[in-house]
């Protein structure tokens, strides 16, 4: 069945199916490394909740949907946000980005969501960049780094005790000048004293709030890469271990075919970083979109706005289908501004079935024999 459903997956008929909702404009937190650092805490012109109702009535049916923010917990109203997009638009996969510093409120927040969307799976990834000092400082928040921890113990918690198989509990940390030579430690500390679903890397990307942040040289970000790729195969297996896969396809495939995906992520971010092209197209405005606080719509992350949804009846779809969006899908095609981002590079993979089909497969075989 797995096995159906992964085929059937890649070879789906196309239509926006990860969407990208910026829940809030409001944040906590002060990050050296935000990209956003000028558009947030603008609570007056995020969407109201009425009309957030409108867009996500018009949207249409939309598997994945990654929160995003600001702080994603301190919209008041993201229980019920959620449940909108379960109910009208099938969603069955929501991503929430958490900085964790209100551990009470994402444990009251994730619980509500599993409770009230009972086929839905929850992933909450909490930004974690570095132990004790170095988090907090690159978070500018004293004392940021304890109460993810205990953010990160409450939701573990709660996993254990009542949703095993739906709550993903995960830590992101993004590679910057400031951090990659801890990274090794951070990398161990969580997998010995944590028992977490997934510890993700990512590379940072936009301009930073603060100058000085940057890159690592490339040989720095592939030797953490490595380091990555055996703690994504541990990370596999305890995943596999919780029944959060499904056992058909028995633990070697699956393992393998995640483990595959990651590191096909970080050599398409390898590649760009060396000034090469992505080996596929990306998808952005055809299968991923995304939507900001205020209502503006984009086909991804990192490229200008299209226009509001205010002015346009509420409805992506509409915007999507205008000529500015075209001429973007097109740049993005004709590989004019491939980037690292995570989520964008995931998502085309999933939709391009040679690399899921064959690419990747062939790598995953490739580090699994190792
Ligand atoms: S990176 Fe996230 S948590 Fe940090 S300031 Fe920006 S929006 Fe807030
Ligand atoms: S390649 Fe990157 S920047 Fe370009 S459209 Fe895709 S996600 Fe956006």
């Given at each position: 069945m797995r096995v159906l459903k992964y085929i059937n997956q890649t070879f789906q008929k196309k239509g926006i199916d990860f969407l990208i909702f910026?829940?809030?404009?409001?944040?906590n937190a002060r990050c050296?490394?935000?990209?956003y650092a000028d558009s947030l805490n603008k609570p007056n012109s995020d969407l109201t909740d009425e009309e957030i109702r409108k867009v996500i009535k018009n949207l249409?049916?939309?598997?994945d949907i990654a929160f995003s923010g600001?702080?994603?917990?301190?919209?008041?109203?993201i229980v019920e946000i959620t449940k909108q997009f379960y109910d009208?638009?099938?969603?069955?996969s929501f991503s929430l980005p958490c900085n964790g510093l209100l551990p009470d409120r994402i444990r009251q927040v994730a619980e509500q969501i599993l409770e009230q969307c009972p086929e839905a799976k929850l992933l909450v990834n909490f930004s974690i960049d570095g132990l004790n000092e170095i988090h907090d400082r690159i978070r500018a928040v004293p004392g940021n780094f304890k109460r993810s921890l205990q953010s990160i113990e409450k939701l573990i918690e709660l996993r254990d005790s009542k949703y095993l198989k739906r709550l993903f509990v995960n830590v992101n940390t993004v590679i910057t000048n400031e951090n990659y030579k801890e990274m090794p430690d951070q990398l161990k500390f969580f997998r010995e004293k944590y028992d977490l679903d997934g510890h993700f890397i990512e590379v940072m990307r936009g301009?930073?709030?603060?100058?000085?942040m940057g890159l690592p040289s490339i040989e720095e970000i592939k030797k953490i890469h490595k380091l990555g790729i055996e703690n994504d195969k541990y990370y596999a297996n305890r995943k596999y271990d919780r029944g959060k896969f499904g056992a058909d396809l028995g633990r070697y495939l699956t393992t393998t075919l995640v483990v595959g995906a990651i590191n096909y992520l970080y050599y398409t971010q390898e590649r760009v970083l060396e000034g090469k092209k992505w080996k596929m197209d990306c998808k952005a405005g055809e299968t991923s979109a995304v939507i900001d606080a205020n209502g503006d719509v984009r086909i991804c992350e990192l490229r200008e706005r299209i226009a509001n949804l205010r002015d346009h009846d509420y409805n992506m779809h509409n915007i999507l289908k205008l000529p500015k969006s075209q001429q973007q899908i097109n740049l993005a095609k004709s590989h004019a501004c491939d980037c690292t981002h995570n989520c964008f590079i995931y998502n085309s993979i999933n939709h391009t079935p040679k690399v899921r089909m064959l690419d990747l497969p062939i790598k995953a075989i490739k580090i699994n024999s190792k």
């Open positions: 910026f829940i809030t404009s409001v944040c050296k490394h935000c990209f249409g049916p939309i598997k600001g702080e994603p917990t301190l919209r008041s109203n009208d638009c099938g969603s069955r301009t930073p709030k603060d100058p000085l």
